[in-house]
C-alpha cells in the first residue's frame, strides 16, 4: 500500500526529532501501522535548517500553506507554536480536509473547542498526545485505557522546565535564572520561557487532561494559575524539615460542587513517587473509581522524547484513515453531544491544606494569637515548627519564622483568616502560603 504523505510545519526542536525517530525507526513504525508514514513536505521559515534537518528527497518550503495546499499530503504536523499562525494554519489544514498533529497544548487550551468542532464537523482527527507531558503516553491512558473509570482526580508534574529548576537549585545549589538558561539550551523551555516558570504551560496540559477526564470542554480561562517565581529559598527547606518537597502540580479533581481546575506550587510529602520526580521528568498520577491510583513517568519535554508521541499519533491516524469517522475515538474521549455541564470551580471553593509562613516578632502570645484566629476560623492545624529567633536591629529586638502546616480547609476561608493574621502588628511580612497535597 502507499505510504501516508505526512506535511510538517516547524522543523525545530520537535520537528527535527520527528524526523531524526521516523527515520531509524521507519520499518518497525511501518509494520505497526500497516503502511509506510513518510514526511515528504516540510515548511519552515529558516528553509536552510530545515533543509538540513529534512535531508534529501523532501521539499522543503517557507510557507506552510504550500504544505496545506498539497492534495497528496494526507496528515499535517503543526510544530510552530503559539496562538497565531498556528491557529489559522490548523484551521485551514482542517478545511482542506487534513488530519492534523500537534503538541501545541496552548492553541488547544485555549481555542480546543472551536477546532475540535471544526474536525469533527470535517470528519479529520486532530491527535495532541505530544501536547501532555511530552513522550509519556497521558492522553491514550486517560482517553482509552482509563475508558472504564469515573476519573476522581489527577495531578501531575506537568512542566520539566520548573521542575529542573527546583531540583537543580535544590541540590545544586545553583540560582533561578543560570538553571532556566540551561532548560533553554536544553531545548525544554518555551518559546517564551515565562509560560515555563508563570505556571501557564502546566495550566493549558491539566486543561486538556481536565476536559477528556471529566467530559468537560476546554476552559483554560477558568484554571488557577500560579508559577514558581515567588518561591523562597527558606520555604524549600522548611518543606523539607516537616517532610515534604515543593513541586509545581496540575490538580484536577471532580466534587460534589464541581471540578477544581488548578496550578500552583504545591507541597507533596517527601514519601509520595511524586516527590520523586527530578529533573525535566514529569509523572500524572490518575485516580480512577476502578483503577484506584495509577502513576505515569517519563521525560515530558525534549526533542525525541515529544516526537516519540507526535509518531504515535501518526501511527494512530494511519490506522484509522480508512475508519468510519463516527466511531472513532472522540477527540475528548467524550462524544460530542454527550459532553458534561460540570462547572469549573472558582479558586475560593477549592479544598486543600496549607503550609503558611509568617515572620512574627518574637514575643509572647503571638503564637497563641495565631492559633487563636485559625480556630475561630474552623481550620484545624497539623503541625507547627517555629523558628529560633533572630536578633534584628538594635535593642535585642528579635523576630523568627513560624511555619503551620493545616488539615483541609476551603480557599475562601484561608483567604479571609491570612488577611486578619496579615493585619496583625506583630506579623512583620508578606505571609507565603503554599498548598500541600497528600496524593492518596
Ligand atoms: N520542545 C519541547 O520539549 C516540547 C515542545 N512542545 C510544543 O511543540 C511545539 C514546537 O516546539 P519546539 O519544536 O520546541 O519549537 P521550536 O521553536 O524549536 O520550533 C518551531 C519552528 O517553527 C518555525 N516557524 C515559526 N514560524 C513559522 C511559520 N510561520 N511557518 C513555518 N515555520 C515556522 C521556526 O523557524 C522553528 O524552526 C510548540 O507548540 C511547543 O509548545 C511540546 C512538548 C515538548
Ligand atoms: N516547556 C515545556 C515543554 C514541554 O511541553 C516543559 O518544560 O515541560
Known sequence: MKSIQVGLLGAGTVGSGTFKVLQRNQEEIKRRAGRGI???????????????????GVKVVADAREVIANPDIDIV????????IAKQLVLEAIAAGKHVVT???ALLAVHGTEIFAAAHAKGVMVAFEAAVAGGIPIIKALREGLTANSIQWLAGIINGTTNFILSEMRDKGLDFATVLKEAQRLGYAEADPTFDIEGVDAAHKVTLMSAIAFGIPVQFDKAHVEGITKLAAQDIKYAEQLGYRIKLLGVTKRTAQGIELRVHPSLVPSKRLLANVEGAMNAVVVHGDAVGTTLYYGKGAGSEPTASAVIADLVDITRLHTADAAHRVPHLAFHPDAMSDLKVLPMA???????????????????AKVTGLLATAGISIDAV????????????STQTDLIILTHDAREGTVNDVMAEL????TVLEPIVRIRKEELK
Open 422 to 425: 496579615q493585619a496583625l502588628p
Open 38 to 56: 513518510e514526511i515528504t513536505m516540510v515548511a519552515d521559515l529558516d528553509t536552510a535548517r530545515a533543509r538540513e534537518v529534512a535531508g534529501e
Open 385 to 396: 515548627l517555629q523558628r529560633e529567633a533572630d536578633e534584628v536591629g538594635g535593642e535585642g
Open 77 to 84: 504536523i503543526e510544530l510552530i507554536g503559539g496562538y497565531g
Open 349 to 367: 471553593e477549592v479544598v486543600t491544606s496549607y503550609y503558611l509562613r509568617l515572620r512574627v516578632a518574637d514575643q509572647a502570645g503571638v503564637l
Open 103 to 105: 503538541a501545541n497544548k
